[in-house]
């Protein structure tokens, strides 16, 4: 796709963009969406991914999908290749998955079928024992990615084996999710999260076990897009009557909590206490039993941009994972947790199945939803339209959004960053 803003220097295409962002800074009452453009020009995406995917904290997982020494997962993320293991002194990494030598993926399939070429290398998972092993050359790593062996290099004068190791990226893990960040000099999230583990900590999200995601690949549509409709509550009473009527518009609960910008979050009140997006408007699986009875029938909608969005309910939790491909196509993984004990009980596959049912057909109206709203952004009547009070917290996304947009040429307006797009 032609750029339809600069050739692609990321702070011309901010500055072309900086008089159009006043207004997507402003709070949902007087505030205007993002500019159309935003969500279709890969100029702009690459403006994303210089001042935000290679600056912010991306969640790439949990870390009980690798509980043993040696367990391992394998995504793609921004077009980088990455391992998420857990190594030998229970600790979590992730490292590049590009061999030191000649750049061969080191999870990718070596041998197959005729044509079986990818995009990206296929995700993969499983134990890999003390480490990976090339299948180019066998140049082989150790859990902490150091080179440990690599067959016929000691003829090479200058191959120094204690000085080749795979690239590693700062790790953090807060509540069981674990972030990654490529900008060595990002402020931690260690610390700034800790008014959110308070408003969850009746969840005991850390102890929850997780199913296994779902992957959808390809998505046509812009990520923003998607977790600005994951987090808008306005449209909860149309387009998903009746199969929403338990969490109602009218719910929507804002909330003041201080994250140091790193966190969005709003509550959602149900109708009732002890509420599911169930077909019998009830929990499936059992209540969480340290809910306060004020929990039982609260929900919370959390977003830790740009990647991870969490929504709390009264016997489960449900995330997904953002992780755009360009300017016009997202990849997404979606999953269930629950408290350990669930997994016992004797109908507990049955009951996921038919609550997952339901939950799909609620995400197929929202993708249906998702697929115009980026066609929409290529019309010439593209709108900026006003917010409404249910939709503040896109209107906090939109901000958290082009305030970054603006760190690329300009200093941030003169606001306080713990408060503005951390629901207040």
């Avoid at 207004?23 to 001042?51: H, K, N, Q, V």
């Avoid at 480490?131 to 120094?160: I, K, V």
């Avoid at 909860?236 to 009557?241: G, I, S």
Wanted: net charge negative; with cysteine; charged share 25%.
């Amino acid at each position: 796709m032609t750029s339809e803003t600069s050739n692609g220097d990321a702070p011309a295409v901010a500055g072309m963009l900086s008089e159009k962002l006043g207004t997507s800074i402003a709070g949902w009452e007087t505030g205007r969406g993002l500019p159309p453009e935003c969500y279709r020009d890969e100029a702009i995406f690459e403006l994303e991914r210089r001042e935000i995917f290679f600056r912010e904290w991306l969640c790439v997982g949990r870390a009980d999908q690798v509980p043993l020494p040696g367990d391992y997962m394998s995504l793609t993320l921004i077009g980088e290749p990455l391992i998420v293991l857990r190594g030998e002194d229970e600790s979590i990494r992730v490292m590049s998955a590009i061999c030191r030598h000649r750049g061969m993926v080191l999870t990718e399939p070596w041998d197959g079928e005729w044509g079986e070429w990818f995009d990206d290398p296929p995700d993969s998972k499983g134990n890999c024992g003390r480490g990976f092993r090339c299948p180019y050359h066998f140049w082989t790593y150790g859990l902490d990615g150091r080179l440990l062996g690599a067959p016929e290099m000691n003829r090479t004068p200058s191959f120094q084996r204690d000085e080749i190791s795979l690239p590693r990226l700062r790790t953090e893990v807060w509540e069981g999710f674990i972030f990654v960040n490529f900008d060595d000099d990002a402020a931690p999230l260690a610390g700034r999260m800790d008014s959110l583990s308070d408003l969850t900590r009746d969840w005991q999200l850390s102890r929850m076990v997780t199913e296994e995601p779902a992957v959808l690949r390809k998505l046509p549509w812009n990520w923003k897009i998607m977790q600005e409709n994951s987090m808008d509550v306005y449209h909860v009473d149309r387009l998903h009557f009746p199969r929403h009527a338990v969490l109602p518009g009218a719910g929507y609960l804002p909330l003041t909590i201080d994250t140091g910008d790193a966190a969005i979050a709003a509550g959602h009140r149900a109708t009732h206490k002890d509420f599911a997006l169930s077909p019998i408007g009830k929990p499936l699986l059992p209540v969480i039993e340290s809910l306060t009875d004020d929990e039982r029938s609260l929900s919370y909608v959390i977003c830790v941009p740009p990647t991870l969005l969490i929504i709390l309910n009264s016997d489960s939790a449900f995330y997904r994972l953002v992780h755009p491909r360009n300017a016009g196509m997202t990849d997404i993984r979606q999953t269930l947790m629950v408290p350990n004990q669930y997994r016992s009980l004797p109908n507990y596959k049955d009951l996921v199945q038919v609550g997952s049912a339901m939950h799909l057909r609620l995400n197929h109206q929202d993708y249906m939803v998702d697929g115009s709203l980026q066609r929409a952004t290529h019309s010439r009547f593209a709108p900026r339209g006003p917010y409404g009070w249910q939709e503040e917290i896109v209107a906090q996304f939109d901000s958290w959004v082009a305030r970054r947009y603006q760190r690329a040429t300009t200093s941030l307006p003169d606001v306080d960053p713990a408060v503005v797009g951390t629901g207040v």
